[in-house]
């Protein structure tokens, strides 16, 4: 059976980790693959600054850096942001799969126009940097927020009544008013509203953490990864040097709680 490594971009318990397993309800991939949820040691507290991003690339690389040695063949990173994506395609062989430039891939397969759902506006900066990064600005319709803070533990448990029909305005606010014939949801925090959604807006909507599982099954049986021409190997490895800033700062944040 070969083995896929989720990475959460949040430190966290049991209980909030199994909110983040639930995505996988979403896709059947069979019994030939077993994914393994693991939430980072140190990280921001939410991504919603460029210190934030600095944190969250840091916080996946390490979380990640030795999935290779430890018998993973495959990463799927569990935020929009593709943090630490292009940092574990540098030291890794195997696929890593992040959510964010991959849905904006598929929502071109599938329309010509998309637009993206986001639960407040400071995750704008997550999507423009890779838009910018595909050259895709000219296709993405809108980015329209819900005005709500994201909480990245609970997701969206005991706020559905609240929160879905917000999501369905915005929307249709894309479809009707932007032009778009595509939905993305900016979070993989939000795929508790995604199957409600689906059912009501009339066009496709993009749910992008079981799209990563999706992803990285396809790659495992094509035997496919990222090319090394893109992402090279470092020159000088620093990989003891990455592992014990990620335990320093898991010491400090356990000696401080």
């Known amino acids: 059976?070969?083995?896929?490594?989720?990475?959460?971009?949040?430190?966290?318990?049991?209980?909030?980790?199994?909110?983040?397993?639930?995505?996988?309800?979403?896709?059947?991939?069979?019994?030939?693959?077993?994914?393994?949820?693991?939430?980072?040691?140190?990280?921001?507290?939410?991504?919603?600054?460029?210190?934030?991003?600095?944190?969250?690339?840091?916080?996946?690389?390490?979380?990640?850096?030795?999935?290779?040695?430890?018998?993973?063949?495959?990463?799927?990173?569990?935020?929009?942001?593709?943090?630490?994506?292009?940092?574990?395609?540098?030291?890794?062989?195997?696929?890593?799969?992040?959510?964010?430039r991959h849905s904006m891939l598929l929502a071109q397969m599938l329309g010509e126009k998309f637009s993206i759902l986001m639960m407040w506006d400071r995750w704008k900066m997550l999507y423009t940097k890779t838009l910018g990064e595909l050259g895709m600005e000219h296709k993405c319709a809108s980015m329209r927020s819900i005005g709500i803070t994201p909480v990245n533990k609970t997701l969206l448990s005991g706020k559905e009544d609240e929160v879905f029909p917000l999501l369905l305005a915005a929307a249709k606010a894309c479809v009707e008013q932007d032009g778009a014939q595509v939905l993305i949801l900016g979070s993989t925090t939000m795929h508790e509203a995604h199957a409600w959604l689906s059912a009501r807006i009339g066009v496709p909507v993009i749910n992008p953490g079981p799209l990563t599982y999706q992803l990285a099954s396809i790659a495992l049986d094509l035997n496919l990864t990222h090319s090394k021409r893109t992402w090279p190997a470092p020159l000088a490895p620093k990989h003891d040097m990455i592992r014990a800033i990620g335990a320093a700062g898991a010491a400090f944040l356990e000696g401080r709680s």
Not at 2 to 25: H, N, S, W, Y
């Open 1 to 100: 059976m070969k083995k896929v490594m989720v990475i959460v971009p949040f430190a966290m318990g049991e209980d909030d980790l199994a909110r983040r397993k639930t995505q996988l309800d979403a896709v059947d991939l069979g019994p030939g693959l077993a994914f393994h949820f693991k939430p980072v040691r140190v990280g921001p507290k939410n991504y919603s600054s460029q210190h934030d991003m600095a944190l969250a690339d840091f916080s996946i690389l390490d979380a990640g850096l030795d999935a290779e040695k430890d018998g993973f063949d495959a990463i799927c990173i569990d935020t929009m942001s593709d943090s630490g994506m292009a940092m574990l395609r540098s030291v890794l062989t195997i696929p890593v799969i992040a959510p964010g």
